[in-house]
């Protein structure tokens, strides 16, 4: 394993939505870089393969059970990372991608999904900056999608969430930038090759012959391209998609 952390300095990465794909795909990354990993998610059991696929690989990880909806759990959470190695990095990884007919979307829908998708962000965003002021530097990340930037139909209930997700991300970004936390707001604007997805493609009639989907450890690579960027040229938005997708 290749570690490009300075010589003598350790720091933890925390992701919050730490899935089997994208967010799994960034714990690996900077595993790989030294970083000791927190990772997070509702059934913190099914961490069990990540965690051993990177000790194995020689880094170090935690894997926890964690409803970033819940204030004291999230708290809880940035301390145990930060307390690890000081806390350098944190991403937020939650999806809670659902399509339904306006008139079939119930105020609990409507809820659960801004919930996950945006009120969490803000509880994560402002834990980590917590941590992150007193050592002087950080990077905080947000995963959006094409919802962030344009509401579809049906998908009042997502592209709400992460819209507001987007705001919360430019605001934290406007407020820290000057403090030396990088805020980012990530759009992945395709689908990401899942079983999940490959599933759903099939369903509505393609092929997944001519659909290009995004590798996860391609995503992964740009939040950490992201982190190592000089800051006098800091981005705070970005969109990824394959060459071949429309948009």
């Known amino acids: 394993m290749v570690n490009h952390l300075e010589k003598g300095r350790s720091a933890s990465v925390a992701v919050v939505g730490a899935g089997d794909y994208i967010g799994g795909a960034i714990a690996r ?3 790989r870089e030294g970083y000791h ?7 913190g059991e099914k961490l069990a393969p990540l965690v051993g696929e990177i000790e194995a690989a020689g880094g170090t990880c935690t894997g926890l059970t964690l409803d970033a909806r819940q204030e004291d759990a999230v708290t809880d959470f940035m301390r145990q990372a930060d307390e690890a190695a000081p806390l350098e990095v944190v991403v937020f990884n939650i999806g809670a991608n659902v399509n339904f007919p306006l008139l079939d979307t119930t105020e609990r829908v409507f809820r659960k999904v801004w919930e996950l998708a945006c009120y969490a962000g803000f509880l994560t965003g402002r834990e980590a900056a917590r941590r992150m002021l ?3 530097r950080g990077s905080i990340f947000f995963t959006g999608a ?3 930037m344009r509401g579809g139909s049906g998908y009042t209930a997502f592209a709400g969430a992460k819209f507001g997700l987007r705001a ?3 605001s934290m970004a406007r407020e820290l930038g000057p403090k030396n936390i990088h805020v980012a707001h990530l759009v992945i604007d395709s689908g990401v090759d899942t079983e999940w997805v490959r599933q759903r493609v099939v369903a509505q009639g393609g092929s997944l012959e001519d659909r290009v989907l995004m590798n996860p450890a391609s995503i992964a690579e740009t939040y ?3 982190h190592r960027q000089p800051r006098d040229a800091w981005t705070h938005e970005l969109d990824l998609r394959p060459y071949r997708e429309t948009w």
């Open 37 to 43: 990993v927190f990772a997070g998610r509702r059934n």
């Open 224 to 226: 950490w391209q992201l």
């Open 168 to 170: 919360v991300a430019q």
């Open 146 to 148: 094409t919802a962030s």
């Open 29 to 31: 990354r900077f595993a």
């Open 134 to 136: 007193p050592h002087g």
